[in-house]
């Protein structure tokens, strides 16, 4: 499985941006996806993750401004952020995991729960 992420960028402060992530390999709707973000020297952060069956679950550090659809079609995982805030500065990156849940109670575990990763996309936003 090969994730691609695309739509990153740089925003000013109190904009929006729309990542996508295409899937190759296998149907999204064979995994549950999600999107976490890394700024250098920290751990990596989960923002959400959509289930199998189309449960999603935020962050909360992002909850109300965030949304993450799927385009099944497409094979294709979108990130639509609004409000941005300088400290939503970081890398971008889609995950897949070949399981019913991928979230189950943690971030934490949601992060090694994860099969397949993006390389990453860069997300800057000015103040």
């Known amino acids: 499985v090969q994730l691609v992420e695309s739509g990153g960028g740089s925003v000013q402060a109190g904009g929006s941006l729309r990542l996508s992530c295409v899937a190759s390999?296998?149907?999204?709707?064979?995994?549950?996806m999600g999107w976490f973000r890394q700024v250098p020297g920290k751990e990596r952060e989960g923002i959400g993750i959509?289930?199998?069956?189309?449960?999603?679950t935020y962050a909360d550090s992002v909850k109300g401004r965030a949304t993450i659809s799927q385009d099944n079609a497409k094979n294709t995982l979108h990130l639509q952020m609004n409000s941005l805030k300088p400290e939503d500065t970081a890398k971008y990156y889609c995950?897949?995991?070949?399981?019913?849940?991928?979230?189950?109670?943690?971030?934490?575990?949601?992060?090694?729960?994860?099969?397949?990763w993006g390389k990453g996309i860069l997300v800057t936003i000015s103040s």
């Open positions: 995950a897949a995991a070949s399981r019913s849940n991928c979230y189950v109670g943690s971030w934490l575990a949601a992060y090694y729960a994860m099969d397949y």
């Open positions: 390999g296998a149907t999204s709707t064979s995994y549950c």
């Open positions: 959509i289930e199998r069956d189309g449960r999603i």
